[in-house]
T-cell receptor, first 112, second 116 residues
């Protein structure tokens, strides 16, 4: 079983719609969760972090965490073509010092 | 500006040759990491270091070596023992804190390594 799982996509949404990206993790004691955006050929860029159950909003982005169900999601409202990228979920597990475990990423395509 | 600098941006390796990728940070971060990313794949951890003069193997350390002589620097050597080195190499750094919520990793721009 993979430690952090994401659907590889591509997830295709029309411009202006809500994109919903999901991630599940296996380490029940995990406490820190991050979403990174990676454009093709570029390095990952941190866009959201979440540590407590519930929702965290930052502009058009909302991260949602449900520790009981071991999933974390990212919602992108009013999707723009510039949001087209691969979104990586990263989790800090228990007993792993400062290491993060990354999912393989979901490719998002926002169509005109 | 504070940040993480990786060099070179592109690197070519001949058969049997060792090459070293540079990573420097001026963020005063304690921890530094090296990842490898293959096309269409996620990030795989090669080595990480949480303190000067100490480092730990990640998931795919074979064929690689590192050093951490200064807090700011964490160079990665790709040795000739690494038979498939073509990949995108990413260096990252982070604060280490016992407090939850203070440990995101930030990345450099990466180095693309190819075999000649």
């Amino acid at each position: 079983q993979k430690e952090v799982e994401q659907n590889s996509g591509p997830l295709s949404v029309p411009e202006g719609a809500i994109a919903s990206l999901n991630c599940t993790y296996s380490d029940r004691g995990s406490q820190s969760f991050f979403w990174y955006r990676q454009y093709s050929g570029k390095s990952p860029e941190l866009i959201m972090s979440i540590y407590s159950n519930g929702d965290k909003e930052d502009g058009r982005f909302t991260a949602q965490l449900n520790k009981a169900s071991q999933y974390v999601s990212l919602l992108i409202r009013d999707s723009q073509p510039s949001d087209s990228a691969t979104y990586l979920c990263a989790v800090k597990g228990t007993g792993t010092a400062s290491k993060l475990t990354f999912g393989t990423g979901t490719r998002l395509q926002v169509t005109l | 500006d504070g940040g993480i600098t990786q060099s070179p941006k592109y690197l070519f390796r001949k058969e049997g040759q060792n090459v070293t990728l540079s990573c420097e940070q001026n963020l005063n971060h304690d921890a530094m990491y090296w990842y490898r990313q293959d096309p269409g794949q996620g990030l795989r951890l090669i080595y990480y270091s949480q303190i000067v003069n100490d480092f730990q193997k990640g998931d795919i350390a074979e064929g690689y070596s590192v050093s951490r002589e200064k807090k700011e620097s964490f160079p990665l050597t790709v040795t000739s023992a690494q038979k498939n080195p073509t990949a995108f190499y990413l260096c990252a750094s982070s604060i280490i804190s016992a407090r939850v919520g203070n440990q995101p990793q930030h990345f450099g721009d990466g180095t693309r390594l190819s075999i000649l």
